[in-house]
């Protein structure tokens, strides 16, 4: 099964917005900690490259890191509760079409963890 399930992909005009959203399947199993959960995205040739996650401090508490394209247009935040995290890109520009994945690193019963999503296509065009 998907370990993470992702959602907010599409097809916006540039200047517009898209929210994705990531949510841990219950299905993984027993959830020690998320140390972290974030968001990466890819074109063909190039690696995968970060776009914006929450990394724990502690337990817990969360601090957010992005990546330098990503600074002063996404927001990424999490419920905890959920342990979903959310990506709110704003001023978006077709240099941002990419597959989008998100990521969770997480200790399980004895060791950590890292999970992908299958990727979410966002494709900004006019």
């Known amino acids: 099964q998907v370990p993470l399930v992702e959602s907010g992909g599409g097809l916006v005009q540039p200047g517009g917005s898209l929210r994705l959203s990531c949510t841990v399947s219950?299905?993984?199993?027993?959830?020690?900690?998320?140390?972290?959960m974030g968001w990466y995205r890819q074109v063909p040739g190039k690696e995968r490259e970060l776009v914006a996650e929450?990394?724990?401090?502690?337990?817990?508490?969360?601090?957010?890191k992005y990546g330098e394209f990503a600074k002063d247009r996404f927001t990424i935040s999490k419920d905890n509760a959920e342990n979903t995290v959310y990506l709110q890109m704003n001023s978006l520009k077709p240099e941002d079409t990419a597959v989008y994945y998100c990521?969770?690193?997480?200790?399980?019963?004895?060791?950590?963890?890292?999970?992908w999503g299958q990727g979410t296509q966002v494709t900004v065009s006019s």
């Open positions: 990521n969770a690193k997480i200790t399980m019963w004895e060791e950590d963890q890292e999970f």
């Open positions: 219950e299905s993984i199993g027993r959830i020690v900690n998320v140390g972290s």
């Open positions: 929450m990394v724990a401090e502690i337990i817990q508490v969360y601090k957010p």
